[in-house]
């Protein structure tokens, strides 16, 4: 790939102006534009910097990094080397030591690397040694999910959603890029303005958080409202892993046609439309995708897009299968559930991608028939049916194996959701009788 001439002086610039000048700020968080892509003008280069915890295993280090690298990719850049260093915990200055810092530096300097970016989140004054040291746009997880939300959310929830946290993510970090700043200038005399700079800089921050907050409670009401009309329908939410399938299951499911495509966080607002089966109609939400290490800012100000999972009663726990992370993938998708207070609600597992999705070979012939059917109970990907019958024993209830994609198995899941739905619609609404179901306008 063609690597630009070093740009390090504008890209240093930029980062600063996000991050101390309001006025920059604003126009960046405030038109939910991408901060990566936005800056993107020439196309971007990034290395990615990780200290995993010593129980990570080398593949599980290297599944994220291929996360990471495709998280980049997603908002707009191109994951051009990777730099992994092994610490007891991040360095709480600079975290990575010393000798990876410098090489590192080195890297980016021959290669004309626009950013750096880490596979955590960085303190306030992480990012200020790391930026003052590497002089150029450093960006760490949080900060390139945001990027990736603003330039997908489209619906004014969405957008004001992933504002506030832009706001949420800047405010603790005014103070250190200020300071930097005064350190550069010399300091003397620079000490009282530089406080008072950051003083109206946190106003104007805070006051912006307030407002949207507002806004976000004026838009929740309507929400609110809306769902109540939507009163004698159950409520079914895709919920799971980010890029698994759930708007192509959507669409598929439904008469929907909901954007999917292979990228990370395609979808960033809920949608909700209307499905008939097994002669019940009930109300199908296709909602945001999660990923390991979501940031916490993010899901408090995602809560309006979180109550269509919070309020559902049933989830479709969708999983691609065919990833090799993909029981992490569930653990995640579980544990964020449970976060955001929606861990109780009855799940259906659906396991998405079979036409993508490779058994291990084992191969058996008369006299080692055993010892095959040993090894098949204990192979990293055993054959479907096996894998199956170890989940229903898990859950005890049924999953269903099915390919969005090819269609293959989905009147199984049209079936399974059915009987599902109409049993509840049961429980839930007894006297409710067909011809009687709320009437509702998909948005
Ligand atoms: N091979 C294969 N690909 C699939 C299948 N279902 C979805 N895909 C592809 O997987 C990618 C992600 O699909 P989406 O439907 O956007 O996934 P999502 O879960 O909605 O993703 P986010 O909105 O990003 O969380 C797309 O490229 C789809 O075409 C499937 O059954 N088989
Ligand atoms: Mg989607």
């Known amino acids: 790939m063609a690597n630009k001439p070093n740009s390090n002086s504008r890209n240093t610039g930029s980062t600063r102006n996000f991050n101390t000048d309001t006025t920059q700020a604003h126009t960046s968080a405030g038109t939910g534009k991408s901060r990566v892509h936005a800056t993107a003008a020439e196309h971007e280069t990034a290395v990615m910097v990780s200290v995993p915890p010593r129980r ?7 599944e994220y990094m291929d996360e990471l690298a495709f998280l980049i990719e997603t908002a707009g850049a191109t994951a051009t080397q990777r730099f992994v260093q092994r610490l007891e915990k991040p360095d709480i200055r600079s975290y990575v030591g010393e000798g990876k810092l410098a090489e590192i530096k080195a890297y980016v300097k021959h290669n004309s690397t626009s950013m750096v970016v880490f596979d955590d989140d960085l303190s306030p004054s992480q990012l200020r040694n790391l930026e003052a040291e590497l002089k150029v746009k450093i960006v760490d997880r949080s900060l390139l999910i945001l990027d990736i939300f603003a330039l997908r959310a489209k619906s004014a929830t969405a957008r004001t959603q992933v504002e506030l946290a832009q706001y949420q993510y800047l405010l603790p970090r005014l103070t250190g890029l200020w300071t930097h700043l005064d350190k550069q200038r010399g300091g003397v005399g620079m000490k009282g303005p530089g406080e008072t700079e950051i003083e109206t800089d946190r106003r104007i921050v805070r006051d912006r958080i307030a407002f949207l907050k507002e806004k976000l409670e004026t838009l929740d009401k309507q929400a609110t409202t809306r769902r109540k009309d939507r009163q004698g329908l159950i409520r079914v939410s895709l919920v799971g892993y980010t890029n698994v399938g759930k708007s192509t299951l959507m669409n598929a499911l439904g008469k929907a046609e909901v954007f999917a495509e292979n990228k990370l966080f395609a979808t960033v607002d809920a949608t909700t439309r209307k499905v008939v089966l097994n002669q019940t109609p009930f109300l199908l939400s296709d909602t945001v995708g999660f990923i390991r290490k979501l940031p916490t800012k993010l899901i408090e100000s995602f809560k309006s897009t979180l109550d269509e999972i919070r ?7 969708v999983v691609d299968i065919s990833h090799p992370n993909f029981e992490e993938q569930i653990q995640v998708v579980n544990d964020t559930l449970l976060e955001i207070g929606a861990a109780d609600k009855p799940i259906l597992l659906v396991f998405n991608k079979i036409d993508q999705y490779r058994p291990d070979e084992i191969l058996a ?57 109409a049993a509840l619609h049961q429980q839930r609404y007894p006297h409710l009788a067909a011809g009687e179901y709320g009437e509702y306008e998909a948005e």
């Open 56 to 62: 990570q295993t080398e593949a599980q280090t290297t």
């Open 311 to 317: 309020e559902a009663d049933l989830l479709l726990h």
């Open 365 to 421: 012939d008369d006299f080692a028939a055993e010892a095959a059917e040993a090894e098949r109970e204990t192979a990293a990907r055993p054959p479907l049916a096996q894998l199956q019958a170890t989940y229903m024993a898990k859950l005890h209830d049924p999953v269903v194996f099915v390919s969005a994609q090819t269609k293959e198995n989905l009147d199984e899941l049209r079936q399974l959701l059915g009987q599902r739905v």
